[in-house]
């Protein structure tokens, strides 16, 4: 079965220093993995995914992250946080490779930004 | 260009009440999900649908839980007899096919259900 393990359910970095959000997955076929952020009381929205192609993907407000098939990991980077850069950030693999379908979600990391 | 609609945003329901929560996906989406967010926890997925047909149950509870999503009209997710540990945030999303490598889903802003 698939699962996704982020490390750190909190995350606190100062403004303008370097974001890592850590994300782990188990699955036994290649995967589709994102990265989602979700403001409070908001829906989710994407910020970046990994389908086939360059392992090094980069999404919007300058965040990357980078699939690492040897260490079955997808961690989201950014090189200097900005305060409206707080939220909560969710890894995400799909499970069925071919057929696509549902995302089986992480616990969630929450990031504060301190000025 | 409206994006995946869900209402209500808020909704209150008193021990044994029914719930109703409502989906309108993107315009062209044909394919809905239904996620559950407990406090404190990430989203766990609870059903799939196309258009009339449930392609993944397998995150639904067993009893009291229903989804429809009818060939006019949005999809519904239907809580029977709600208990206190059904109060979530119930999130929605859509895509036009199923998630794959063009592919993503877009989600609603959710339904916060809360069980008094």
């Known amino acids: 079965a698939q699962s996704v393990t982020q490390l750190g359910s909190h995350v606190s970095v100062s403004e303008g220093a370097l974001v890592l959000l850590r994300c782990n997955y188990s699955?036994?076929?290649?995967?589709?993995l994102f990265w989602y952020v979700q403001y409070p009381n908001q829906g989710l929205q994407l910020l970046l995914k990994?389908?086939?192609?360059?392992?090094l993907v980069k999404g919007i407000n300058g965040f990357e992250a980078e699939f690492k098939k040897s260490e079955t990991s997808f961690h989201l980077t950014k090189p200097s946080a900005h305060m409206s850069d707080a939220a909560e950030y969710f890894c995400?693999?799909?499970?069925?490779?071919?057929?696509?379908?549902?995302?089986?979600f992480g616990q969630g990391t929450e990031l504060s930004v301190k000025p | 260009n409206a994006g995946v609609m869900q209402n209500p945003r808020h909704l209150v329901r008193r021990r044994g009440q029914e719930a109703r929560l409502r989906c309108s996906p993107m315009k062209g989406h044909s394919h809905v999900y239904w996620y559950r967010q407990l406090p404190e926890e990430g989203l766990k997925f609870m059903v799939y649908l196309q258009k009339e047909n449930i392609i993944d149950e397998s995150g639904m509870p067993k009893e009291r839980f229903s989804a429809e999503f009818p060939k006019e009209g949005p999809s519904i997710l239907r809580i029977q007899q709600v208990v206190r540990g059904d109060s979530a945030a119930y999130f929605c999303?859509?895509?036009?096919?199923?998630?794959?490598?063009?592919?993503?889903?877009?989600f609603g802003q959710g339904t916060r259900l809360t069980v008094v």
């Open positions: 990994y389908t086939t192609g360059a392992t």
């Open positions: 999303a859509s895509s036009p096919v199923s998630i794959g490598v063009n592919t993503e889903a877009f």
């Open positions: 995400a693999v799909t499970p069925n490779y071919n057929q696509g379908g549902k995302l089986i």
């Open positions: 699955s036994s076929v290649p995967p589709y």
